[in-house]
Every structure is written in C-alpha cells, then in structure tokens.
C-alpha cells in the first residue's frame, strides 16, 4: 500500500472490494492519513484501483494506518467521493489533479470533524447527559445518504445517533455537499453542515417526537380496524 500523510449499493461495494482484495496483482491502493482530528482523532483514506475492474473507489477506516498495512473489507467504509483523474494530460498533471483532490477530500473530513465536536455539547445538554463516540464503519441505522466518516456521537437516552454524511460527488467537482444526519431506529433527517446545532437538536427533538406520536396514531387506528373486522367475522 502506498502512502501519502497529510498530519451506491454498500453491499455491491462490500461485494467489490472482496472480489478485489483476493486478487491484489491487479489492485493499486494508496493511503491517505488524517491525524489530530477533534472526535476521529485519526482516519485513513483508501483510494483503491482495479485495471481488470475499472473501478477507481475512496474508502475510510478509523485509526492511522500506513504502507505495509492489511485491511480486510470488514475494516473499511466506502464513502462516494472519488477520484477523477481521466482529464490529465500526463503523469506531473495526473500527480497534480490527485494532490488537489486528495485535498478536498481531506478538507470535507477536517470541517465535517470540527462541526461533529461543535454538537458534542448541544446535544448532550439537550438529548440527555449520557453521550458517546463511537469510532466505527457500522451503522444502527438505516441512512438516507452516506456517511463521510465513520465516527458517530450516540445519545443512549433520546436513542440518537449523529453522524456527518455526503452527497456522491467526484472529487474534481469540489467539495461535496456536506451534512449532519440525526437519526433514531425509524426516523431521519439531515440538516445543513452549517446549521446551529442547539437549533438542530431541538428541531429533531421536536419533529421526531411528531412522528413517533403519529406512529402510534396510524397503530392503534389500524388495530381498531382489525377489531371491527373480527367482530363482523364473528357475528357472521
């Protein structure tokens, strides 16, 4: 694995990069390690290329690793923002395209990082006084979109999970469009990067607490219904 420090369907990109991983005479993978994170601490970019595939694919990991390391498929994020080299004219400017994209990837993650530490409080103050990091590629819930890193903060209490996440973007685009996803086991919404955290929380607070009321509405009139029909059975 090569380094460079700079201090879709998941389950078709799981199947991908399993498919890859047993044949590495075809792969080409280069590292990108992002320390002194305020909540990450520590994350490492993997570009990954497949000549025989022709897939070009950005993935994440927590934790600093560098050349020589092994990763299994398990241990890696797959995160849609990915490198576009196709319009370099030679190898100084194909070298000069990735610095600059592997750039704006390393910006996304650095901003999206400082504002996951700005919630900390917020949401601690306003979604109970347990919170936690959770420095992992797994998900308890089902997201709308994906998730740009793989480090979430977690309130047990309102059964909140925040984590930032992206819009499927290639890197010579620019940034990609950035957010915070607030979720609960069967509700989701995801606010701006730069939104106010205090004011997001509240409003998921509230909103979720709508739906959960409207869950319970839309359960016990579909049971009464189940009633009134069991009722005509019998009497019939």
């Given at each position: 694995?090569?380094?460079?420090?700079?201090?879709?369907?998941?389950?078709?990109?799981?199947?991908?990069?399993?498919?890859?991983?047993?044949?590495?005479?075809?792969?080409?993978?280069?590292?990108?390690?992002?320390?002194g994170?305020?909540?990450?601490?520590?994350?490492?970019?993997?570009?990954?290329?497949?000549?025989?595939?022709?897939?070009?694919?950005?993935?994440?990991?927590?934790?600093?690793?560098?050349?020589?390391?092994?990763?299994?498929?398990?241990?890696?994020?797959?995160?849609p923002?990915?490198?576009?080299?196709?319009?370099?004219?030679?190898?100084?400017?194909?070298?000069?395209?990735?610095?600059?994209?592997?750039?704006?990837?390393?910006?996304?993650?650095?901003?999206?990082?400082?504002?996951?530490?700005?919630?900390?409080?917020?949401?601690?103050?306003?979604?109970?006084?347990?919170?936690?990091?959770?420095?992992?590629?797994?998900?308890?819930?089902?997201?709308?979109?994906?998730?740009?890193?793989?480090?979430?903060?977690?309130?047990?209490?309102?059964?909140?999970?925040?984590?930032?996440?992206?819009?499927?973007?290639?890197?010579?685009?620019?940034?990609?469009?950035?957010?915070?996803?607030?979720?609960?086991?069967?509700?989701?919404?995801?606010?701006?990067?730069?939104?106010?955290?205090e004011?997001?929380?509240?409003?998921?607070?509230?909103?979720?607490?709508?739906?959960?009321?409207?869950?319970?509405?839309?359960?016990?009139?579909?049971?009464?219904?189940?009633?009134?029909?069991?009722?005509?059975?019998?009497?019939?």
């Amino acid at each position: 694995m090569h380094e460079e420090d700079f201090t879709t369907d998941p389950a078709d990109s799981e199947e991908l990069l399993r498919r890859a991983l047993l044949d590495e005479a075809s792969a080409v993978t280069v590292s990108l390690r992002i320390d002194g994170l305020p909540v990450s601490h520590a994350v490492t970019v993997i570009f990954y290329a497949r000549r025989d595939l022709g897939t070009l694919q950005t993935y994440l990991t927590p934790g600093s690793f560098g050349a020589g390391a092994r990763l299994a498929a398990r241990d890696l994020m797959r995160v849609p923002c990915d490198l576009d080299l196709a319009d370099a004219e030679d190898r100084q400017d194909a070298e000069r395209l990735y610095a600059e994209q592997a750039r704006v990837l390393r910006d996304a993650l650095l901003s999206a990082d400082i504002v996951l530490d700005v919630w900390r409080e917020p949401l601690q103050e306003l979604a109970g006084r347990t919170l936690t990091v959770e420095h992992s590629i797994d998900s308890p819930v089902r997201l709308p979109v994906p998730r740009l890193l793989p480090t979430a903060l977690v309130a047990p209490d309102a059964q909140m999970f925040v984590t930032p996440v992206c819009s499927a973007r290639t890197l010579a685009e620019g940034r990609p469009p950035l957010g915070i996803a607030c979720s609960q086991p069967d509700f989701t919404r995801v606010y701006p990067l730069s939104d106010d955290p205090e004011r997001c929380v509240e409003d998921f607070l509230e909103v979720s607490a709508a739906h959960a009321r409207g869950v319970a509405e839309r359960l016990a009139h579909q049971e009464a219904s189940v009633e009134r029909f069991l009722e005509l059975s019998e009497a019939a």
